[in-house]
């Protein structure tokens, strides 16, 4: 996973950007729902029901992507002291499992259909009504692309998945009832009605893979760790420092902040007034990189002959 930084902004600009965002592919998701729904009943068309599937699971996940949103920028309190930014993580894993679900729903009807083929009907409407969808699949995108490149946010990343994944089904569901109507190839209908779910099945992995990543507390890339030991060793008063550890807060980029813990080295013949002066240079210094972090740094003597976890964690990965 690679978080991503986007342009600073206050966390109030932040967090009105980004529910906008979701706020926007919801209603939108929902007016293609419907528009779905009547030219699947219409047309009669597992390609148009394969793509009403997953605009359901679309609605669904932008009402949880807003949900998570809206729970996730809840300051810290009493029972939640890291913050409530796993709650996007949480929502996303949901999201992976009704994309999933959606997967196997068109497989099964896909699989019915190519075993008791029908002839379409009705397929100019369903045409026009997947020419809609693709309208507001581009809309909802280009509003998310915009919101991306500003603030980072793991559930509307995810919900921009599928609306990307939704134009390429789109205009291969067109393309299904188009060739459909040529007449003795019903079977093209129920094909790329699988070929949807394939994608389908695809996505949701890609979503689980992120949100595993949050909740696992991965590490924040080696060129962000490097960054701040280079903050942490730019003071002039600092000797070394080790046992850096890192994660996100829970969008899956710096814009919500991280947690960073590390042991900073100093003389050990400073008194504990300048020593904790320093240890508050380096921190300010930290924090001026990475707003919205959380930063525990633990002083020691340099030069301490103590079990770093540095090398605990060296040891055991040359073990394996």
Known sequence: MEPVTGTQVSAEEWQRL???????????AAVLA??????????????????LADSL???????????????????????????????????????????AASGVFVL????????????????????GAMALSMAGSAWIVAVQTQTLRRVQSLAIRADSLHYKG?????????????????????????LLGALVATYLFFAAISIIRRSVDQLMDRELPDSVREKISRIVEADPDTL???????RSLGTGSLDSGAH?????????????????????????????????????????????????????????????
């Open 18 to 28: 980004r529910k906008r965002a979701v706020r926007t592919s919801l209603y939108i």
């Open 34 to 51: 419907a528009t779905k729904l009547a030219a699947a009943v219409f047309s009669g068309s597992v390609a148009v029901l394969s793509s």
């Open 57 to 99: 699971s679309d609605v669904a996940a932008s009402g949880l992507a807003l949900w998570s949103v809206e729970v996730a920028h809840r300051p810290a309190d009493e029972e939640h002291r890291f913050g409530h930014g796993r709650a996007e993580a949480l929502s996303s894993l949901v999201q992976a499992a009704l994309v």
């Open 108 to 127: 099964y009807a896909g699989i019915v259909r190519f075993l008791e083929p029908r002839e379409l009907v009705h397929t100019n409407w369903a045409v």
């Open 166 to 190: 939704d134009l390429a089904a789109n205009a291969a569901v067109i393309a299904a009832l188009l060739i459909s109507d040529l007449g003795g190839l019903q079977w093209f209908d129920p």
């Open 240 to 246: 070394g420092h080790h046992d850096l550890r890192t």
């Open 260 to 320: 960073i813990e590390l042991h900073l080295e100093l003389d050990g013949h400073l008194d504990l007034t300048r020593a904790h002066d320093i240890t508050d240079r380096v921190e300010q210094a930290l924090h001026a990189a990475f707003p919205q972090s959380q930063i525990t740094i633990h002083t020691e003597p340099f030069g301490l002959e103590d079990e770093r976890l540095d090398h605990l964690m060296r040891t055991e990965s040359k073990a394996q």
